[in-house]
């Protein structure tokens, strides 16, 4: 089973350039695509197309938007590429597989890019990247972004809960919940910043949406992530554009969780990767039929403590990489903490990632009559 789940970004990456050899057996003409980053050239995002020969559908795997979430989106794509690929036809059914849309985050085990940019809060439709947008943000800064060193755990923990308490006492849950995760676009070295402009990875994955709506009739984006949700059941997120009911959703894919991202459900997003595929579609392309998903594996969980644990790690996680720390186990602490977040290492938490994962790749391809049975065409990773 942990043969699933990589060690580093270049194991990642090494399993996925393998597996290029074993698609190419089905799809003759697979092509390997690299964006080496401009500033991290020994780091780069991979893509391969394979295309069929009457191009109906395409299928999208991506992984790593948020880069320290690659691995168990490394494990996922293990997981397609070895049960759900030599299921599904190469005469009318295309796989685009994008590995760590952002390299550099995965390699650093960072959710941002080299820039601290959250890669899902960039993919701004319009290029509006508004600065005035989550001004709560702003009044929580002190909490949110302290401008200071970290001293000892047991200190800044303390100091964490106490500013909770106070600040749900006094702003309520639902303007903390807004503030931490809508993004923001003011303040370059807080937490989801989405940035001031498009960053290299958003635009590498514009080019291929794009291309993939010019080229395919139907499209289905299945993309990585973890670190929210309940702790043992992974959602299926779809953008509020989409306009199935999370209800009819799950009932389609016969998948037990499905959720819209809207306030309602899951939280408000701006940015957001999936929004963005669907705006271009209905301004482009609007004859095209898109599904475009999040797997989100949940590893805290979603009660309240859990969340504000959540939110703990990443104010400290950030707080640590622009001041630093004067003792080396606070900066150890708080690395595992965040690790765990979107990465965790409990055996059960990741036998029912991979079962749930298996559970919703069948789901859906099947509810788009995309898998076949096809007699000993099991296809086995080196
Ligand atoms: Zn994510």
Redesign the pocket.
Known sequence: MDDHFPESYEDSRTRFLRSLSLIRQRWHSTQLETHPLKDFPDLSIDWLWAHPRRRENLVIVSTA??GI?GFVGSAMMKVFIEEFVPRLNPENTGLLLLHAMNPWGMKHHRKVNEHNVDL?RNFVFDGDFDPAINPEFLRLKDFLNPQRGLESFGLENLRFWGNVVKHIFISGIPTLTTATLLGQHHTPNGFYHGGTDYEENTRVAMILYRRALEEYPTIVQMDM???YGPRYQMSVIVPPLDPSSSDELSKRFNYPLVQKINVEEFYAISGDMGEYFYRLRNAHFPDKRLFACGFEFGTFGDSLPARIRSLRAMVLENQLHWHGATDSRTAEKIHCEFKELYFPTETKWREKALADGRQAFQGILDSYGLLYDYPNDQIQQP
């Open positions: 938007e948020h979430e899902n992530h973890t670190g």
